[in-house]
């Protein structure tokens, strides 16, 4: 089956630490994978997706297939980076999403 | 400014009642989509419609129906077989579905509170 998997319901973090959001998937096949961000009072939007290999606002997320993840990271937190996250895998004429983590970064 | 509209951003209905959830997109997408958003388990796919006139269930269709008359609009009507219909409704849309992907425009969502 395919599925997506956010271990975290909420991470809670200092202003500059390192975060790691993760997420782990189910697919047969080779996945492509993203991750949405949605900002207080914003619409849901792509931060980044994993065949692109970019670095947006900070965050970096590497596919590696042999666990079967793909985990956000930033390595220094900002409290503007506060926001509901969501791994989404792509399937034949769908998206798939995870059930989200809400990070909060604390001055 | 291109985007897409969902309204009304607020919808208040008796148990029974059906409501229809209007999204309206002008970035001349062909693929759209109809998701729920619950709290504790993410967004779940509801419908979608990759063409006019041409639609698909997706994981939680029941109790849910939409029609795909035109390109911009994709409409959801909740019904009263829905049995919990309280919840966050969020519509997207993208140019076209396969090959390269385009991500999904989401709307503002509407939340509907059924009593």
């Known amino acids: 089956a395919q599925r997506v998997t956010q271990p975290e319901k909420l991470l809670s973090v200092f202003k500059g630490a390192p975060v790691e959001l993760k997420c782990n998937y189910s697919?047969?096949?080779?996945?492509?994978l993203f991750w949405y961000v949605q900002y207080s009072r914003q619409r849901l939007q792509l931060l980044l997706r994993?065949?692109s290999r970019e670095s947006i606002k900070g965050f970096t997320a590497d596919l590696n297939k042999g666990e079967t993840s793909f985990h956000l990271k930033k390595p220094f937190a900002q409290e503007e980076d506060s926001a509901m996250y969501y791994c989404?895998?792509?399937?034949?004429?769908?998206?798939?999403f995870g059930t989200g983590t809400l990070l909060a970064v604390q001055p | 400014d291109g985007g897409i509209t969902q309204s009304p951003k607020y919808l208040f209905r008796k148990e029974g009642q059906n409501v229809t959830l209007s999204c309206e997109q002008n970035?001349?997408?062909?693929?759209m989509y109809w998701y729920r958003q619950d709290p504790g388990q993410g967004l779940r796919l509801i419908y979608y419609?990759?063409?006019?006139?041409?639609?698909q269930k997706g994981d939680i269709a029941e109790g849910y129906s939409v029609s795909r008359e035109k390109k911009e609009s994709f409409p959801l009507t909740v019904t009263s077989a829905q049995k919990n219909p309280t919840a966050f409704y969020l519509c997207?849309?993208?140019?076209?579905?396969?090959?390269?992907?385009?991500?999904?425009?989401f709307g503002n969502g509407t939340r509907l509170t059924v009593t």
């Open positions: 419609s990759q063409i006019v006139n041409d639609f």
């Open positions: 697919y047969s096949g080779s996945p492509e």
């Open positions: 989404a895998l792509k399937s034949t004429n769908k998206l798939i």
């Open positions: 994993h065949i």
């Open positions: 970035l001349n997408h062909d693929a």
């Open positions: 997207a849309s993208t140019p076209k579905w396969g090959g390269q992907y385009s991500p999904l425009h």
